[in-house]
């Protein structure tokens, strides 16, 4: 039986530090450390590492909650796959602990509210976008696809769309969009 830990911060100018210590304070013997966000588990490949590799027995530290998982369905689908292979969940900052009854609701109860903190931000951000694109202050992102030169590379040279994708470092999809918008 072995305990690993787990940290992760949304970005790369994040600091690990101080869940770096309070897992090795927990007795990780090995941390996996990711800077990605965690709102899926897509491009997070520390955490799929370690899910591959933790074997009945083990257990799984995490300082939060919302470490290694940004919503519910996220969440309880890891959960599962540590039951599963019979590894327990710890939190070092939660009363978290998947091995016993008590820390199983709270694991429930946290999760819940998690996701809900989680989509309350994000309606927050929608409502401050669309605020600032009624005051003309927010524009979005520049386009950064030139849709003149897509039509060219078709007309001019005659390259197909998964050419002209290449070319650019563009998706097939954008190509398609241009060329019909």
Request: glycine fraction near 8%; charge should be positive.
């Amino acid at each position: 039986m072995a305990t690993y830990g787990y940290a992760r911060v949304s970005t790369s100018d994040q600091d690990l530090t101080i869940q770096r210590e309070a897992l090795k304070a927990a007795g990780c013997e090995i941390i996996r450390e990711e800077k990605v966000s965690g709102i899926s588990r897509q491009g997070r490949d520390e955490l799929n590492i370690l899910l591959e590799f933790l074997r009945s027995g083990d257990v799984l530290v995490v300082t939060r909650l919302d470490r290694l998982a940004r919503s519910m369905d996220d969440l309880s689908a890891i959960v599962r796959e540590l039951q599963n292979k019979g590894v327990s969940l710890r939190a070092t900052e939660q009363p978290v602990d998947t091995s016993t009854a008590a820390g199983k609701a709270f694991f429930q109860m946290l999760g819940v509210f998690a996701e809900f903190e989680t989509n309350l931000r994000r309606e927050r951000q929608m409502e401050g976008i669309q605020k600032a694109k009624a005051a003309g202050v927010y524009k979005g992102r520049k386009a950064t696809i030139d849709p003149l030169e897509i039509k060219r590379l078709k007309e001019d040279e005659g390259l197909g769309a998964t050419e002209i994708a290449k070319r650019l470092g563009i998706a097939r999809t954008s190509v398609y969009r241009a060329l019909l918008g």
